[in-house]
């Protein structure tokens, strides 16, 4: 059997690794320098896209926010216009509404005014009368009283009886003045007891009875709603209790046939008997020539109408 023997000598190839270790570490030097090159141009370029990004965002914000205002300044010019139109209208109303007062004011001060002047002189027409009354009573009851007064009359013997006789004469004359005006007292008296007893009625308080009592139907205009309305006017009663009920009545007894009323133009028969008894109210009411001349204006503006029938 054939030997073989091989001798391996590892000195060339670790001739060569010396010779290729400088290499060797000249390309890791070159690699790790690259490494270090690639990892700055990744961080500046990374640095660039973030300035990129945020230098883009920032500015679509900016232009957006730019956008808003733009759009809220042009919103509130034109809100500020409005406004200073709307301002100008309520100065204008303002002014309107101030003048109107300032009429209003006038008139009704003008009004108020003459009022307060024809009160205060139907008051001076009052207390003249009620002075008047008192400066006769006063001057009467001076004069009364002076000659009321206790007199002794000293005169000669001889005239002592024509003297006596003639204050007795003078006393039964007063005395005789007194008993008449005594008797004119309790006649008078006796007159107004029966006419109070005749006027006053004899039933008692408790008992039932009908009571008419005569009432004005008014078809007006409301002053709150300006829709057309029925009212109606009585005699003020003596106690409150008897108004409810005569309202009562006149609610659930007329107001229900109110539709029903057919009416028709009064003639002219009817309408001067109606404006005679104006006239005679207002002559006795006493008013001033102003307000009567007004309330007979009103009648005569007025429309009134007569009821025809009442459909059943």
């Given at each position: 059997?054939?030997d073989?023997?091989?001798?391996?000598?590892?000195?060339?190839?670790?001739?060569?690794?010396?010779?290729?270790?400088?290499?060797?570490?000249?390309?890791?030097?070159?690699?790790?320098?690259m490494?270090t090159?690639?990892?700055?141009a990744?961080?500046?370029?990374?640095?660039?896209i973030?300035r990129?990004?945020?230098?883009?965002?920032?500015?679509?914000?900016?232009?957006?926010?730019?956008?808003?205002?733009?759009?809220?300044?042009?919103?509130?010019?034109?809100?500020?216009?409005?406004?200073?139109?709307?301002?100008?209208?309520?100065?204008?109303?303002?002014?309107?509404?101030?003048?109107?007062?300032?009429?209003?004011?006038?008139?009704?001060?003008?009004l108020?005014?003459?009022?307060?002047?024809?009160?205060?002189?139907?008051i001076?027409?009052?207390?003249?009368?009620?002075?008047?009354?008192?400066?006769?009573?006063?001057?009467?009851?001076?004069?009364?009283t002076?000659?009321?007064?206790?007199?002794?009359?000293?005169?000669?013997?001889?005239?002592?009886?024509?003297?006596?006789?003639?204050?007795a004469?003078?006393?039964?004359?007063?005395?005789s003045a007194a008993?008449?005006?005594?008797?004119?007292?309790?006649?008078e008296?006796?007159?107004?007891?029966s006419?109070?007893?005749s006027?006053?009625?004899?039933?008692?308080?408790?008992?039932?009875?009908?009571?008419?009592l005569?009432?004005?139907?008014?078809?007006?205009d409301?002053?709150?709603?300006?829709?057309?309305?029925?009212?109606?006017?009585?005699?003020?009663?003596?106690?409150?209790?008897?108004?409810q009920?005569?309202?009562?009545?006149?609610?659930?007894?007329?107001?229900?046939?109110?539709?029903?009323?057919?009416w028709?133009?009064?003639?002219?028969?009817e309408?001067?008997?109606?404006?005679?008894?104006?006239?005679?109210?207002v002559?006795?009411?006493?008013?001033?020539?102003?307000?009567?001349?007004h309330?007979?204006?009103?009648?005569?503006?007025?429309?009134?109408?007569?009821?025809?029938?009442?459909?059943?």
């Amino acid at each position: 059997m054939a030997d073989f023997e091989f001798t391996v000598d590892t000195r060339e190839m670790a001739d060569g690794l010396y010779s290729v270790a400088p290499h060797v570490d000249g390309a890791t030097g070159a690699v790790i320098s690259m490494q270090t090159a690639v990892i700055m141009a990744e961080r500046h370029a990374a640095e660039d896209i973030c300035r990129n990004v945020n230098r883009g965002f920032f500015s679509l914000i900016r232009s957006q926010i730019s956008q808003k205002i733009a759009i809220s300044r042009s919103q509130v010019e034109a809100r500020l216009l409005e406004l200073r139109d709307q301002s100008l209208k309520l100065s204008s109303v303002k002014t309107t509404m101030q003048r109107d007062f300032q009429m209003i004011a006038a008139r009704y001060t003008k009004l108020f005014r003459s009022l307060d002047a024809a009160l205060l002189s139907r008051i001076h027409e009052t207390d003249t009368k009620l002075l008047d009354l008192v400066n006769k009573d006063a001057a009467r009851s001076r004069g009364r009283t002076r000659v009321l007064q206790a007199s002794v009359p000293v005169h000669q013997m001889e005239s002592v009886s024509s003297s006596q006789r003639i204050a007795a004469s003078n006393t039964r004359s007063r005395a005789s003045a007194a008993i008449g005006a005594m008797s004119r007292f309790i006649q008078e008296s006796n007159q107004q007891d029966s006419l109070a007893a005749s006027i006053l009625s004899g039933e008692k308080a408790d008992a039932d009875g009908m009571l008419l009592l005569p009432f004005a139907l008014v078809d007006c205009d409301s002053l709150q709603t300006r829709q057309r309305q029925w009212s109606y006017h009585t005699p003020p009663p003596p106690v409150p209790e008897i108004g409810q009920q005569v309202k009562g009545a006149v609610e659930r007894s007329v107001f229900p046939v109110l539709s029903q009323i057919q009416w028709r133009e009064p003639d002219a028969a009817e309408r001067e008997n109606v404006a005679r008894c104006l006239r005679d109210l207002v002559d006795r009411a006493k008013l001033n020539e102003r307000v009567r001349g007004h309330l007979i204006r009103m009648y005569s503006a007025a429309r009134s109408l007569a009821i025809s029938e009442v459909r059943s």
